[in-house]
């Protein structure tokens, strides 16, 4: 399996492109990369070409590309997840298994019982962990992270297509009433669950209940549990 590395200015007939100087350090002093090594190429947004090492330094490297080809590896459901993070090293697991499941977007949400929002160096990190995850689980199509909105702003934003909240109680939808849906905006809250006035904002919004189990999660297990079931439903 040749190596794959992300870069966003790929030319449809291909040709000469340079890599940033964060994926030529990654291709000459991680993976000890060398010249005329074949690599492969994705742009980030759907397209990828098989392409030879031209020059290398420690942050330059210049390839030659063949043509692209459009290939997402995405699947058949647009999933999008509203989510209270946990904290940053699980956020990181978190943020892979999604890129791998083929989540289109996350946006986190600051819930009323956060305890400690995201930071902008944080989401930076993250957004970067989404590119490694690419590269390994062979996706063109980056996954977006928004930036933080709190879950006022979130359930009050409009959204497109089934919009789902996880939270126990009555009248509650499963995976398999969600079958037809192309578009699916879910929404997983922080340690403690979400609070009364969240779930009833969400449910004037919307949002209908999806119940996971009995059981208490963490938040990283719940979102890709439930991110998991949406996928295969």
């Known amino acids: 399996m040749t190596r794959?590395?992300?870069c966003n200015e790929l030319a449809a007939a291909g040709g000469l492109v340079s890599?940033?100087?964060?994926?030529?350090g990654h291709a000459s002093r991680v993976m000890r990369a060398?010249?005329?090594d074949s690599i492969t190429l994705f742009d980030g947004v759907g397209n990828e070409a098989e392409a030879t090492i031209e020059s290398l330094g420690r942050s330059e490297c210049v390839c030659v590309s063949g043509a692209t080809r459009g290939i997402t590896r995405m699947p058949s459901v647009d999933l999008h997840l509203g989510v209270a993070l946990p904290k940053p090293d699980r956020?990181?697991?978190?943020i892979e298994r999604l890129t791998e499941l083929g989540v289109a977007s996350v946006t986190p949400i600051t819930a009323e019982r956060t305890q400690r929002a995201a930071s902008p160096s944080l989401i930076n990190k993250l957004r970067r962990v989404v590119v490694e995850a690419c590269k390994q689980c062979e996706r063109?199509?980056?996954m977006r992270i928004a930036d933080p909105i709190t879950s006022k702003e979130f359930f009050q934003s409009p959204q497109q297509g089934r919009c789902v909240i996880a939270h126990q109680g009555e009248d509650c939808v499963s995976g398999s009433d969600l079958k037809s849906e192309t578009r699916i905006v879910f929404a997983v809250g922080p340690e403690g669950g979400w609070t009364d006035g969240e779930v009833g904002l969400a449910g004037t919004n919307g949002f209908s209940r999806i119940n996971l189990g009995e059981r208490i999660y963490r938040i990283e297990t719940a979102a890709v549990a439930l991110a998991s079931a949406l996928v295969t439903r």
């Open 4 to 6: 794959r590395y992300f």
């Open 19 to 24: 890599l940033s100087s964060e994926e030529a």
């Open 140 to 142: 063109n199509v980056l």
């Open 34 to 36: 060398n010249v005329g």
């Open 91 to 94: 956020a990181k697991e978190l």
